[in-house]
């Protein structure tokens, strides 16, 4: 993939630096972080490289605890995503499940976490994949979320 004039040589040459820096520091989420700078940078924002970088950084953050960074990411990325891919295409369906397991774990409202997880079924369901072992498994894997946060228990 070519990049921009505005991504230099040197710029790439300090990004692997900084990038081999933090995953010997077994740092992932930064890791990534620097190589979705990079690429915001050679490949522009709304690039499909820059926007799954974007994903897999808002979901390294998500697994690392910072929920309410790990929202406005993956927020930011369903917006490019679906600027690019429209509703349906590209990772939405992935970006929909992990915006409502990041609500999940602050611990608000239940609504917000519903309206992503029910966002993923209905692109499963667009995609014709409303009988597939996906599916199923989709809905299995929010009703335990649920359970587990106590959005249906009743406390």
Request: net charge negative.
């Amino acid at each position: 993939m070519p990049s921009k004039a505005g991504a230099s040589q040197s710029g790439e040459k300090e990004m692997v630096s900084r990038f081999e820096a933090a995953m010997a520091d077994e740092d992932q989420t930064t890791a990534l972080k620097y190589v979705l700078d990079y690429a915001k940078q050679a490949y522009g924002e709304d690039a499909p490289v820059t926007i799954k970088l974007m994903h897999r950084y808002g979901y390294s953050l998500y697994k690392g605890g910072k929920y309410r960074e790990a929202i406005n990411v993956l927020k930011e990325t369903l917006e490019r995503s679906t600027n690019l891919y429209g509703e349906t295409g590209g990772e939405a369906f992935e970006i929909n499940m992990n915006l409502g397991y990041a609500y999940s774990q602050r611990r608000e409202r239940w609504e917000p976490r519903l309206k992503y997880f029910d966002r993923a079924l209905e692109i499963l369901r667009e995609r014709g994949e409303h009988e597939s072992i996906t599916y199923v498994a989709t809905l299995v894997n929010i009703v335990i979320n649920l359970l587990n946060s106590s959005s249906l228990s009743g406390e």
